[in-house]
């Protein structure tokens, strides 16, 4: 979890910058984007489910197997409530620049 170990003065005044920034008027030409980013896991099920049968409904097994990991980029333009979803095989620098290159496209 990202925390601040000290609000002080530098914190305010850059907070006060960023907040700035979302209250201002929406330029065409100067668009305010956020991206954000969560790795994921991918999971399977270990067991395929049990069926329904009369009187009783589908079952699942709560273990599952590990599939690996993804990471999904979440880009907002907050003035225009606009957002796109990338998703990607990994964290590197690689997939930032695609995310990066796809809100240029935008």
């Not at 008027?25 to 067991?47: G, S």
Request: proline share 8%.
């Amino acid at each position: 979890m990202w925390c601040v170990p000290e609000i002080g003065l530098e914190f305010v005044a850059r907070m006060e910058d960023v907040l700035e920034l979302y209250a201002r008027t929406h330029r065409q030409r100067e668009p305010v984007v956020c991206l954000d980013e969560r790795p994921v896991q991918l999971l399977d099920p270990a067991r395929p489910d049990l069926p329904m049968r009369a009187g009783r409904p589908r079952r699942s097994d709560y273990e599952y197997v590990r599939e690996g990991t993804a990471n999904i980029f979440c880009i907002v333009e907050p003035l225009t409530g606009r957002r796109l979803t990338y998703a990607s095989a990994n964290r590197k620098g690689r997939a930032f620049t695609r995310a990066l290159q796809r809100i240029a496209r935008q």
